[in-house]
């Protein structure tokens, strides 16, 4: 780690910025992990895509579908791979707390950057606040490493503002991942100012939030490395305006990316989002591979449908 646990926040401040995304894991058809396959993807995402920063081993990465041994490999090698070219945030998201912690005592001996822990479930709590407060200052109790919160509709509920305000002021907190609707993360936003940094996955709003906001990271998804290619920069080329201040410019950047937008929509089948952006993948040239259970493959008529909206999209390759 490039810091201490109490200069947490004002490293974040500083290096947590840009367009950062959600790693999928490529698996062989035997269910084994590729790792050639990952390394490659991270060197596309990083020196093609200008992606500065990733989120290992989350959700997208299929983390429930690997063992505990899988999970602290895939941290250590994409540590490896982003040493010095970009940066990383480990998912250390379990049930049980100390599966959550060994992982991230991992992650800060393997040279990650940051962690992200999600909410818990929580069977038949209502009233949550005292809860998840005890519950992530234990973990920032036992790890050094800056951590980032991650509230998501998956488990059950979702982290009032108050609640991730109150977490904010733990010393390593230095991030929110909030998958919410769009008037809690703007009530939050104001209610903390910059004392962390306030994210959500959605990359249709990312523009209107460095505008609104001024968001400085997005975190994060597949949408940086599923829009773009190496010849095809238009995510990060409207990014880089809306920083500059030029938001009208921004704009019909943004917008150009509608019809790639909607063939990604359009083609993706409502149980298989994770098989979806693999095939995207490879259509784009990088490693997609297959799934783990208990997620699904497409079937050949899916993939004959995404190849097709794929092919009319307008990306450059």
Known sequence: MNYTKHQAKDYARETMRGIWAAALNPFHADGSFNEAGLRSNIRHWIDDLHIKGLFIAGKQGEFWAMSLQERMDNMTIAANECAGKAGTIMSISDQNVDTVVQLGLHAQACGADYVVVHTPMLSFCTDRDELLYTYYKRICD????????WSHPDSGYIMEPETAARIAELPNIVAIKYSVPREKYVKLTHMIGDKIQVSTSLEDDWLDNIEELGWKLYLCSSPPYQLQTANDLR?????????AGKFTEARRVRDSLDPVRAAIKSTKPAGKPTAHGKYWQELLGQTGGHVRHPM?????TEK????AAFETCGLKL
């Open 142 to 149: 036992r790890l050094d490493i800056g951590i980032a919160m």
């Open 235 to 243: 995510m990060v080329e409207y990014t880089e305006l809306a920083f």
């Open 296 to 300: 699904l493959e497409l079937t050949d």
């Open 304 to 307: 004959a449908a995404t190849h």
